[in-house]
């Protein structure tokens, strides 16, 4: 599987996949790197280190969009201490205004409820995107502040 982004990509409907750690073969993680290494670090030109160790954990779940080859949509799940964040959010620039953000938040969700049923979720969001997040029932739980140079917001969702 190989991420190919900013190709036009929308032949139809995306197949999901909810994988453990060490479910991910080489070239999904690579995939999964790849795209958020793309809008992260260079679309929004935050320069960061994305690699932290924390995608291969035995308890980290992704949730994945693919079509045909391509990863199109991603997010990140980490338990621990009684609460599951939502992390690394991000669809393919290709795939923007479809739809595919409410989407990956859906079954981000489905597979936290499924995984960890009952426990909270926490999400650190962008700020310009707390409204979207306020739509999958996230409230701010505290003050704004700069990561890597990018206003966000925590938020929680019982």
């Given at each position: ?13 995306p197949t999901w996949s909810d994988l453990a750690a060490d479910a991910l073969t080489a070239g999904q993680l690579h995939d999964v790197l790849h795209l958020r290494s793309l809008v992260f670090v260079v679309e929004q030109e935050c320069v960061y280190l994305d690699i932290d160790g924390l995608d291969l954990q ?101």
């Amino acid at each position: 599987m190989r991420v190919f982004v900013g190709c036009g990509l929308n032949a139809g409907m995306p197949t999901w996949s909810d994988l453990a750690a060490d479910a991910l073969t080489a070239g999904q993680l690579h995939d999964v790197l790849h795209l958020r290494s793309l809008v992260f670090v260079v679309e929004q030109e935050c320069v960061y280190l994305d690699i932290d160790g924390l995608d291969l954990q035995p308890a980290t779940r992704h949730v994945l969009a693919t079509e045909g080859r391509a990863v199109v949509a991603v997010s990140r799940l980490l338990p621990g201490a009684g609460v599951v964040r939502i992390g690394r959010v991000v669809v393919a620039p290709s795939h923007r205004g479809t739809g595919l953000g409410r989407d990956v938040m859906r079954h981000s969700l489905a597979a936290c409820a499924t995984h960890w049923p009952g426990q909270p979720v926490l999400i650190a969001a962008q700020a310009h995107l707390q409204q979207f997040y306020g739509e999958f029932g996230f409230e701010v739980v505290g003050a704004p502040y700069d990561e890597d140079g990018i206003a966000h917001v925590d938020m929680r969702r019982a």
